[in-house]
């Protein structure tokens, strides 16, 4: 088995080559999930956070839809390829990445802005976080959903998935999100039914996880 920071070597280096693919043919790409909630959580909490088992990307683009980014991807990248879907009624692609580090090809989901709900964001938005405070022997940053959307979109998928993992995840972003000065009243750029998400669903979680209440009240969210 490997160890917890080789994993860690193997799925940045996935996105690393990932982002640097799409950013060659101009098209913007950052990381999400729990991936990107690894990197935010890293200086505060590195023992206590989970490894992602697999990587969200999403390509900001209205051009592509994410079949074609994934034979992009894979045309390009030698270390990606593309599988079909486990279901065999469905006629999706699964991307894996390869690597001596990983006993199993780690599986790449790749996604676009509507796709469980997500936003349209500028490559400026992104938050490029140094993967050196992760991982000591890896000097280089990668492009991350910003804070305030990536807890939306944390929130949604613990709310479908309703697992530890999930709630995981979002914990450890609500305890750091206020050294980040995040408040919903930053989400004004932000579409509007993407920010409902956040009246619609915290009273959910909250019910599980009566401590975050305060947390939600931090980022302005007041329930």
Not at 24 to 51: F, Q, V
Not at 87 to 113: A, S
Not at 135 to 149: F, I, K, N, Q
Request: aromatic share 8%; with cysteine.
């Amino acid at each position: 088995m490997p160890t917890k920071d080789e994993a860690l070597v193997a799925v940045y280096r996935a996105a690393f080559e990932a982002v640097s693919i799409f950013h060659e043919h101009g098209l913007p790409c950052c990381i999400m999930g729990s991936g990107a909630a690894y990197l935010w959580n890293r200086a505060k909490a590195r023992d206590n956070i989970r490894t992602p088992d697999d990587l969200d990307l999403v390509v900001m683009t209205t051009r592509e839809d994410s079949e074609e980014l994934k034979r992009l991807l894979v045309s390009c990248g030698t270390d990606f390829t593309l599988e079909n879907a486990w279901n065999p009624k469905k006629t999706y692609k699964i991307v894996f990445y390869h690597t001596p580090l990983l006993p199993e090809p780690l599986k790449i989901d790749l996604l676009v802005p509507g796709d469980l709900n997500i936003p349209l964001l500028p490559y400026e938005a992104f938050v490029h976080l140094n993967i050196l405070k992760a991982l000591p022997a890896a000097d280089y940053t990668l492009p991350c959903m910003p804070l305030l959307p990536l807890i939306i979109l944390k929130l949604q998928a613990w709310n479908n998935l309703r697992n530890d993992k999930q709630r995981k995840d979002l914990s450890g972003l609500l305890r750091i999100a206020p050294y980040h000065s995040v408040h919903v009243a930053f989400g004004a750029k932000l579409p509007e039914a993407f920010m409902q998400l956040l009246t619609d669903l915290a009273p959910n979680f909250v019910e599980v996880v009566p401590e975050s209440k305060n947390q939600w009240r931090k980022i302005g969210l007041m329930l």
